[in-house]
Structure formats: C-alpha cells, structure tokens
C-alpha cells in the first residue's frame, strides 16, 4: 500500500514508523529482526531501509595499494523484500543517484516493481567518503528531482530507451528528503525549499525531513513550504540522542542547532547510558508537541539499537 495512502486511512491519527541501515557485509539479517520486532509493537505502517552508496578500499599487495571499489552494506531491496514478508509492512527502499547509472536504477526499479514493493524514497546521497563535493556517476542522475523524473517516467510506461510497452505500469509513491534547517550545500533556506518544490513538481508524493531537535524550524518550515504551494505530506524526522558525542557530531553531519536546554542536560551527564536516557524523554516531548501540531506520521532514525525507539514509541503509541 501507498505512503499516502496510509496517512489517509488513518484519518487524523499520527502513525509510527521509523528507518532502519542495512548490517555490515558478513552479518546474518537475524541481528536486524531482532531489533525491528519489538517495535512492530506499535504498528508501524511503513519501515524504510537506506542505502550506502559505494567506497573505496585500498588493498596492499607488494607495497602497492591497488584501489577497490566496495558497498559495505548491500542488500536494501532484499531486506525490503524480506521485511514485506515476515512482518506484512511496507518497506520503502532509499534509491539513490550517486552510484548508480540511470540504467541500473532502471533496473533496480523493476525488482522493486516484481517484488510488490509499492513506495521508493528518492535521494541524491552523498559526497562518497573522503570527498568533499558531490560527484555525479557517469550516466546517472545527478540531483533527486532527475531520479523523481525517472521513476516518474516509469510510473507512466516509460522505460529509458526502448519503447516497449508496459503491459502492467508499476505505481511508486516517491518520497524525498526536506531539510528544515537547509540542506548542507544550499545557499540558503528558501533556495533549498525551491529545490524541494522542485522534487513535489517532478512527481514526488511526501517528504520525510531530516532530523531536528528544534520544533519551530520544524513548523517554519512547513508554513514557507505551504506558501510555496508544496502540498504534499511532511513527516518529521526524529533522531534521540543516544551518546555523547552526538552532540558534536549531528550538527556537523546533518547541519542542525540543538536548543541549549538539551545541550545543557547532555553535558551534565555521567556517562552514554544517561545521554541515552535524556534523548529518549528529549524525544518524546519532541513528539508530543509534533502529535499535537496534527503531523500525520512520526519518522523514527534507530540506526542500530532500537531499545531507546521503543521506549519513545511505548509513551506515545
Ligand atoms: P537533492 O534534493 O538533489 O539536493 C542536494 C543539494 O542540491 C541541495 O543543496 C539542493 O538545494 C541542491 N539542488 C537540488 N537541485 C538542484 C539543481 N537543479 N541545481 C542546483 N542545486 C540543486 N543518504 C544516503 O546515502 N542514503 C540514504 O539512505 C539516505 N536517506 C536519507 C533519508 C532522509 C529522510 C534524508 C533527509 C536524507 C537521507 N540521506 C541518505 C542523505 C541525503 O542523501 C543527503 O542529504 C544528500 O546530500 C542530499 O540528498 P537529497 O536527495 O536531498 O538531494
């Protein structure tokens, strides 16, 4: 079933979903269970699985580093695909442009369509590490608006090249990424809101924002989205502050200000288990006041652990 579709039948109930990152290369997807099943607890209508766009490695051989290329952690689609099936939910793969060409997309996308998978969250990614800039792959989509196109295009029986006919039109509701406090690149705020208007116009259906800690960017930000005419659901993203170092690492990473009260609790802590503590009642009182505000889903990073997602959801849901 559809994203939107979702938020229409539950009327003018907040759903709980949240996003999970493939394990490393090597590790058995059991880990994974083991961390989503106690958050089916609440229902989630809808689980998103990212991707990791690929890396460099460098092997020695005879003193000589020879460099490789490397996904650490493959297997969205799959895992998608098994989510769908063990837990009867929907399972929203991240599609990304950096590091595919536009055919592989293509094909990436008709595995999605085969295996019943009815919703893709549509993503430029990032700079690969060690780079500071974007690079676009040769033959690929170089921002997310080209890859809403193309899945759009899809969506209406066009494939890249040939013009077979598309007997049986697969039908993605796309997702896309807003940034209440800019994305990283963008000149500024209202630039980057055009850039967003400019995903919804290519055929992009919600968006999920990245993480925030401050509500108000938050409500600014979907009242100058609105005033631009995007239309579409914004679901906030919530990311509860699980170690220390989170404070220093979240703004340089993801481009955000922490209100100075979270801060000040963090610092004091003893040790990781307190920050755990404090981000979870940090996030709850986040989600309150967004349930209040009428948001149709709240979107949960678990990132790896899930107990402190459980103990948020467990106040709210
Ligand atoms: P875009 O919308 O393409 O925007 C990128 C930048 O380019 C912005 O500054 C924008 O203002 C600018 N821009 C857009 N169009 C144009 C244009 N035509 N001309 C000039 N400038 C333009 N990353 C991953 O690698 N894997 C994931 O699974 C993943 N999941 C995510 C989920 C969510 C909800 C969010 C919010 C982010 C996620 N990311 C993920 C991170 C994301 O890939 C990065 O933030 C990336 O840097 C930008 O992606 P985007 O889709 O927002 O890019």
């Keep these: 079933m559809k994203v939107t579709d979702h938020f229409k039948a539950s009327k003018d109930k907040t759903l709980f979903s949240f996003e999970i990152v ?13 961390n989503i099943d106690p958050l089916m607890e609440f229902n989630p209508p809808f689980i998103d699985v990212t991707t990791s766009r690929e890396e460099y490695i460098y092997i020695e051989k005879d003193g000589l580093f ?8 493959p297997g969205t689609v799959g895992i998608c695909a098994s989510l769908q099936h063990k837990y009867n939910v929907d399972a929203i793969p991240h599609v ?42 040769k033959g690929g989509n170089t921002y997310a608006s080209d890859l809403v196109l193309q899945i ?42 055009k850039r967003l208007k400019e995903k919804v116009d290519a055929g992009a259906h919600y968006v999920v924002t990245q993480m925030f800690f401050d509500n108000q960017r938050y409500f600014d930000f ?81 990132m790896g652990k899930s107990d402190n997602v459980y103990n948020i959801a467990k106040a709210l849901f």
Excluded at 123 to 136: H, S
Excluded at 172 to 182: H, L, N, T
Aim: aromatic share 8%; glycine share 6%; net charge neutral.
């Design 22 to 34: 493939p394990p490393q290369k090597g590790s058995n997807i059991q880990e994974l269970y083991k």
């Design 66 to 73: 020879d460099r490789k290329i490397t996904r650490m952690r």
């Design 96 to 137: 990304l442009c950096g590091g595919f060409t536009k055919e592989e997309t293509e094909y990436l996308l008709v595995d999605c369509h085969y295996l019943g998978i009815d919703n893709l969250m549509a993503l430029r990614g990032d700079p690969m590490k060690g780079e500071k800039y974007f690079k676009p792959t």
């Design 152 to 193: 759009d295009a899809l969506n209406k029986g066009k494939f890249l090249h040939d013009n077979k006919e598309i007997t049986y039109k697969p039908d993605f509701c796309i997702g896309v990424a807003g940034y209440p406090e800019k994305h990283i690149e963008s000149p500024s705020l209202e630039a980057d809101l």
């Design 222 to 302: 979907v009242n100058a989205a609105r005033a631009i005419g995007i239309d579409v659901p914004i679901i906030p993203g919530i990311k509860p502050v699980a170690v220390k170092k989170h404070l220093h690492l979240l703004p340089q990473v993801f481009w955000l200000d922490m209100p100075q009260h979270l801060i000040t609790e963090i610092e004091k802590a003893k040790n990781n288990k307190e920050v755990r503590q404090i981000g979870v009642e940090f996030a709850i009182q986040q989600s309150k006041e967004l349930i209040e505000f009428g948001v149709p889903c709240l979107h949960y990073y678990s």
